[in-house]
């Protein structure tokens, strides 16, 4: 039973529009990132939350916002989609007392065109 | 500037063979070291660690020899399956003030039946 959902797991979106990726972890943790993945680059971090109604910028937050309406919920936006964006995004939680381990979600590949 | 750096994007091994994952860091501060294990369509999932006062780890097929002096470990898988495909990102974590996770680039390995 998957504890770090995430939807849409794929989309198409066009250049300009505005895209919001969600994700619900059911692990009871604190800590949820938003990640970016790409060939060559690895996993980089675009925002993070400690708690409900507060987040933190990670080390590429530009064209992004995120939202933490509650513990459980997670969202990144793209206010203007762009090409550059095209990627595949991973959502993922973890606690306050082992914020080193990292509980993933499957993943939303998001196409911009 | 990237802090955790893999040395290879890509590793070809025949079954059977040691497949062996370099990975070094830049920050002296960094104590505890994951190594995240991802299937192609999955998100990544923790598969072993070490922390900076060891200079191994073992789990199974898989051990992590670390330097902390050069700043380099590597992970390596043992008699190498061909289920063993998959990325391999090295990552790092300063435990002495709360930090994110520093995730290497990734390494694509393959293990030819």
């Known amino acids: 039973e998957a504890a770090v959902t995430q939807s849409p797991r794929s989309k198409v979106a066009v250049t300009g529009g505005k895209v919001t990726l969600s994700c619900h972890q059911t692990?009871?943790?604190?800590?949820m990132y938003w990640y970016r993945q790409d060939t060559g680059h690895g996993l980089r971090l675009i925002h993070y939350?400690?708690?409900?109604?507060?987040?933190e910028k990670g080390d590429i937050p530009d064209g992004y916002k995120a939202s933490r309406p509650s513990q459980e919920n997670f969202s990144l936006i793209l206010e203007l989609a762009s090409l550059s964006q095209t990627a595949v995004y991973f959502c993922?939680?973890?606690?306050?007392?082992?914020?080193?381990?990292?509980?993933f979600g499957e993943g939303s590949r998001l196409i911009v065109v | 500037q990237q802090q955790v750096r893999q040395s290879s994007q890509s590793l070809t091994v025949w079954e059977g063979e040691t497949a062996i994952l370099n990975c070094s860091y830049e920050n002296s501060a960094f104590d505890y070291f994951p190594w995240y294990q991802q299937f192609p369509g999955e998100g990544p999932a923790l598969l072993i660690a070490?922390?900076?006062?060891?200079d191994k780890k073992e789990d199974g097929r898989f051990t992590i020899f670390f330097n902390k002096r050069e700043k380099n470990l590597s992970l390596h898988i043992k008699d190498s399956q061909p289920g063993d495909s998959a990325t391999y990102f090295c990552a790092a974590y300063a435990s002495s003030s709360f930090s994110k996770l520093v995730f290497g680039q990734g390494t694509s390995l393959s293990v030819v039946p």
């Open positions: 993922a939680s973890s606690d306050q007392y082992s914020g080193n381990t990292l509980y």
């Open positions: 070490i922390r900076s006062v060891s």
């Open positions: 692990n009871n943790h604190d800590y």
């Open positions: 939350s400690y708690v409900a109604d507060s987040t």
